[in-house]
Structure formats: structure tokens, C-alpha cells
């Protein structure tokens, strides 16, 4: 019996090593690489046809016609095919949460309302089977922050191929991450109360938030003047804020949030950016004039107002545009961040020029993270992070990608979908 049970569980341990699905990491450029006869969609210089572009040591070293390959390069021809930057998709939970009815695979939240010293990447899990579901549409990066209520903590941008946090780690404190009190006094049967005892929690919870400011800023204010001795944590990593060191990022949709956190920012002088924005368009003039940018989490969104277009949603992002307001396209969720190419897809259809629609999930997504001078656009001397399609990539019938670099490592497109995809068609072949 025991020799059985000592036969079985070597059995299930070498199956297990068999049939392991995880995808590893690609190793550092080692060689140079020449992409030839592209449509490079370069973003601040325009599209550019018929071009090459020539990747070394894991950056973007030349770009023209007809370059000469130096010697030992990988030779790729994309000829009929588009490349883009790698793109980058802001504000998510990726790698923070695998299976949302499992309590012990999600580490998005904690538990109390001060927690700006939180760090999400300390939490990331570069071998999430989630993770190259989302690379396989073009993602490069993604920006993750810890959910909560009010105070929630530090997002990080990450780069999407790696074995660990650390080596996922792009910008590790790109900002504090802020969730607006509610505003509205919606009821439902999830929020069962009264209007007016709605009314009496939301002006509680904007009173404490403007304390926790308050505290947070005196304590800044005593560190600088050499009088605090003891070290709170929690104050002590909101000091780059009110040293315009490092930007807040308010969670809020209703316009009254917005408005509230501008308020706010006036009253402290910080940078901000509004992450969600569902109302954005209503306050898009004063958002441009404060210099406010929005990470625009609803392009799908259904009208919250009776008097709403039912295509608001999709317009919005077109009005923030018009209105001169820094945007980046995003998802707020984690399995569904691939769907954000998609959302400016559908943009586009809604009025939103290409131009900016690229901008909104490279250049200036990365401006909104910090790391525009990096990544965000096929430049010399930017990281060789880029995407190629058979097609246009913001098109469900052009999108197709065949490639992608992140720092001039071939990334492995392979995921659980088309590892199950392979195993099911070879069940049909065999029934047939």
C-alpha cells in the first residue's frame, strides 16, 4: 500500500511537471534586431510607410528605409503588417487577482481607510494565467493599484513579462490612489438607505477625508520644520504630494465628485488625475483649465441620466478630446483589459480622431504614468516595446497580432485561451 500510494504521488508529480502550462519569460535582446517594410505608426512623427526599424540592447536605435542590418541581426520581415508602441493600459487589477470568488487569489483591497503607504506591486503576480491573455491583444504595460475605500495607496506600472514583481517593476510609486466619497443620493437595493441618511454619510465621509488632509499635511509640514520625531508610515508617503513630487489620482464618476476633488486640489495645490470620469464631459472645460487628466474607465458605460444619450459613453472620450483634456482608455477591471484596444476602437467610430486614440493607450498614458520620456511612442533611444497587427489593431477584423517585443525580448503570445483552443481542435480532428 504504501509503495502504491509512494508510486502515485510520484506519478501526479511528474504529470504535473509534464503538463506545466506556465509561459516563460523571454531572455534579454542578445542580438540586434531589423524590422523591415512596416507601416510604423510612430505617433509623434506621423505613420510612416514601408519602413525599418532596427532594435539594440532593448532600445530603439534606428529608424528609416532600406536600413542595413548589422552583422548577426534577426532579419524580420512585416511587410503588409502595422507596428505600434507596446500598449499600455492604466488603472487595473491585473496580477492582483486571479479568481474573484477565491478570497485567497485576490490581494486588491485592504481594509482600512488611511493606507497611502500601501505599494501595489508588492502584491503583483507576474504568473497570473491572466496576464497573457491581456499581452496577446497588444499590451506591453499595465498600471495596478490597490482598491479600497478613500486613502487606497500607491499604483505601479509594470511590464507585462517577467518572473517576479521586481522584474515587472517599470515606475514602482507612480501615484496615491484617492476613492472619492459618494456624492449622489442614488438609492437602490443595495443601498437601501434613506436620501437624506445618504446625504448625512456622504458629508461624514468628505469631513473625514479633508481631516485625513489635513493631518497628512501638518505632519508634512512638521517633518520639513525638523519638529516631528515620530514616524507614521502612513503621512510620512503622502509628503511627495503636497511637495508636487507625486500626483493623486481621484477615483470618481459623478460630476459632483469631480468637482468636490478639485476643490480639493486647489485648496492643496496637487497634481491630479480623475480615474473612471464617467461625468468628465460635463466638467471637461475645467478639467483642461486646471490641467486635470482623466483615465477614462467607462467606454462601454450605460447612461446613469434619463435624458442621456445611450452613446454618451462612446462620445465622451471625443469631447475630452475637443475640450483639450489629457486621456488615457482604460478598463477598470483586470480579465477585461484586453477589451480596452477595443474601447478606442469604438471611440473612433464615435467621432475620436485615430491620432489621438493611439496617443490614448501609448503617449499619453504614459505621460499620465510618468514615463513618456521611456516608453509610449517609437522613437531612437525609447524602449524597443512595440506590437505588431496584420491590420489595423483597433479593428476587430483588422486586429491581429503577430508580435511583440517589450524591451527587445520577444514575448511568448501563447496563453490558457489559445493553449485551450489547441487542445480542442485536436478533439475534433479526432472525432472526426
Same mark, same amino acid.
Given at each position: 500500500?504504501?509503495?502504491?500510494?509512494?508510486?502515485?504521488?510520484?506519478?501526479?508529480?511528474?504529470?504535473?511537471?509534464?503538463?506545466?502550462?506556465?509561459?516563460?519569460?523571454?531572455?534579454?535582446?542578445?542580438?540586434?534586431?531589423?524590422?523591415?517594410?512596416?507601416?510604423?505608426?510612430?505617433?509623434?512623427?506621423?505613420?510612416?510607410?514601408?519602413?525599418?526599424?532596427?532594435?539594440?540592447?532593448?532600445?530603439?536605435?534606428?529608424? @528609416?528605409?532600406?536600413?542595413?542590418?548589422?552583422?548577426?541581426?534577426?532579419?524580420?520581415?512585416?511587410? %503588409?503588417?502595422?507596428?505600434?508602441? @507596446?500598449?499600455?493600459?492604466?488603472?487595473?487589477?491585473?496580477?492582483?487577482?486571479?479568481?474573484?470568488?477565491?478570497?485567497?487569489?485576490?490581494?486588491?483591497?485592504?481594509?482600512?481607510?488611511?493606507?497611502?503607504?500601501?505599494?501595489?506591486?508588492?502584491?503583483?503576480?507576474?504568473?497570473?494565467?491572466?496576464?497573457?491573455?491581456?499581452?496577446?491583444?497588444? *499590451?506591453?504595460?499595465?498600471?495596478?493599484?490597490?482598491? @479600497? !475605500?478613500?486613502?487606497?495607496?500607491?499604483?505601479?506600472?509594470?511590464?507585462?513579462?517577467?518572473?517576479?514583481?521586481?522584474?515587472a517593476t517599470v515606475s514602482d510609486s507612480v501615484a496615491l490612489h484617492l476613492k472619492w466619497p459618494k456624492a449622489d443620493l442614488q438609492t437602490s437595493p443595495w443601498r437601501p438607505q434613506k436620501p437624506d441618511d445618504?446625504?448625512?454619510?456622504?458629508?461624514?465621509?468628505?469631513?473625514?477625508?479633508?481631516?485625513?488632509?489635513?493631518?497628512?499635511?501638518?505632519?508634512?509640514?512638521?517633518?520639513?520644520?525638523?519638529?516631528?520625531?515620530?514616524?507614521?508610515?502612513?503621512?510620512?508617503?503622502?509628503?511627495?504630494?503636497?511637495? &508636487?513630487?507625486?500626483?493623486?489620482?481621484?477615483?470618481?464618476?459623478?460630476?459632483?465628485?469631480?468637482?468636490?476633488?478639485?476643490?480639493?486640489?486647489?485648496?492643496?495645490?496637487?497634481?491630479?488625475?480623475?480615474?473612471?470620469?464617467?461625468?468628465?464631459?460635463?466638467?471637461?472645460?475645467?478639467?483642461?483649465?486646471?490641467?486635470?487628466?482623466?483615465?477614462?474607465?467607462?467606454?462601454?458605460?450605460?447612461?446613469?441620466?434619463?435624458?442621456?444619450?445611450?452613446?454618451?459613453? *462612446?462620445?465622451?472620450?471625443?469631447?475630452?478630446?475637443?475640450?483639450?483634456?489629457?486621456?488615457?482608455?482604460?478598463?477598470?477591471?483586470y480579465w477585461d483589459t484586453r477589451n480596452v484596444v477595443f474601447a478606442a476602437g469604438q471611440a473612433i467610430s464615435y467621432g475620436l480622431?485615430?491620432?489621438?486614440?493611439?496617443?490614448?493607450?501609448?503617449?499619453?498614458?504614459?505621460?499620465?504614468? &510618468?514615463?513618456?520620456?521611456?516608453?509610449?511612442?517609437?522613437?531612437?533611444?525609447?524602449?524597443?516595446?512595440?506590437?505588431?497587427?496584420? @491590420?489595423?489593431?483597433?479593428?476587430?477584423?483588422?486586429?491581429?497580432?503577430?508580435?511583440?517585443?517589450?524591451? %527587445?525580448?520577444?514575448?511568448?503570445?501563447? !496563453?490558457?485561451?489559445?493553449?485551450?483552443?489547441?487542445?480542442?481542435?485536436?478533439?475534433?480532428?479526432?472525432?472526426?
Open positions: 500500500m504504501k509503495l502504491s500510494v509512494f508510486k502515485l504521488a510520484l506519478l501526479a508529480a511528474f504529470s504535473s511537471t509534464v503538463l506545466a502550462n506556465d509561459i516563460v519569460p523571454a531572455a534579454a535582446q542578445s542580438a540586434p534586431i531589423l524590422l523591415i517594410d512596416a507601416t510604423v505608426h510612430t505617433v509623434t512623427q506621423g505613420t510612416l510607410q514601408s519602413t525599418d526599424v532596427l532594435l539594440v540592447d532593448g532600445k530603439i536605435s534606428a529608424i @528609416g528605409a532600406d536600413l542595413t542590418a548589422p552583422a548577426g541581426a534577426k532579419v524580420v520581415d512585416l511587410s %503588409g503588417k502595422h507596428l505600434y508602441p @507596446g500598449l499600455i493600459a492604466l488603472a487595473n487589477q491585473l496580477g492582483l487577482t486571479e479568481i474573484e470568488a477565491v478570497r485567497s487569489t485576490d490581494d486588491t483591497t485592504e481594509v482600512t481607510q488611511t493606507n497611502p503607504d500601501l505599494k501595489a506591486q508588492i502584491a503583483y503576480n507576474a504568473d497570473s494565467e491572466v496576464i497573457p491573455t491581456i499581452r496577446s491583444n497588444g *499590451f506591453a504595460y499595465s498600471m495596478v493599484y490597490p482598491n @479600497g !475605500s478613500m486613502l487606497m495607496g500607491q499604483s505601479a506600472l509594470m511590464q507585462l513579462d517577467a518572473w517576479n514583481w521586481q522584474d445618504i446625504r448625512k454619510q456622504s458629508a461624514k465621509d468628505l469631513a473625514q477625508l479633508y481631516s485625513y488632509f489635513k493631518t497628512a499635511k501638518a505632519y508634512a509640514d512638521a517633518v520639513k520644520a525638523g519638529t516631528q520625531v515620530a514616524v507614521d508610515s502612513r503621512w510620512q508617503a503622502m509628503i511627495p504630494v503636497f511637495a &508636487g513630487q507625486k500626483p493623486v489620482f481621484v477615483h470618481a464618476d459623478d460630476q459632483r465628485q469631480i468637482e468636490q476633488a478639485l476643490q480639493l486640489q486647489q485648496q492643496y495645490g496637487f497634481a491630479m488625475t480623475v480615474v473612471g470620469g464617467r461625468d468628465a464631459w460635463r466638467v471637461a472645460p475645467q478639467l483642461a483649465a486646471a490641467k486635470v487628466s482623466v483615465i477614462y474607465t467607462t467606454p462601454y458605460g450605460i447612461p446613469e441620466r434619463a435624458d442621456e444619450a445611450s452613446s454618451q459613453s *462612446f462620445r465622451t472620450p471625443a469631447q475630452l478630446a475637443k475640450a483639450g483634456v489629457k486621456f488615457a482608455l482604460s478598463l477598470d477591471g480622431d485615430k491620432d489621438v486614440a493611439l496617443r490614448s493607450v501609448t503617449l499619453d498614458a504614459a505621460a499620465i504614468a &510618468g514615463v513618456a520620456d521611456k516608453i509610449g511612442s517609437i522613437e531612437v533611444g525609447k524602449a524597443a516595446t512595440l506590437v505588431v497587427s496584420d @491590420g489595423d489593431i483597433f479593428d476587430y477584423l483588422g486586429h491581429k497580432v503577430r508580435y511583440l517585443w517589450i524591451d %527587445g525580448r520577444q514575448v511568448d503570445l501563447s !496563453s490558457r485561451h489559445t493553449q485551450l483552443r489547441d487542445k480542442y481542435q485536436q478533439r475534433y480532428q479526432h472525432a472526426n
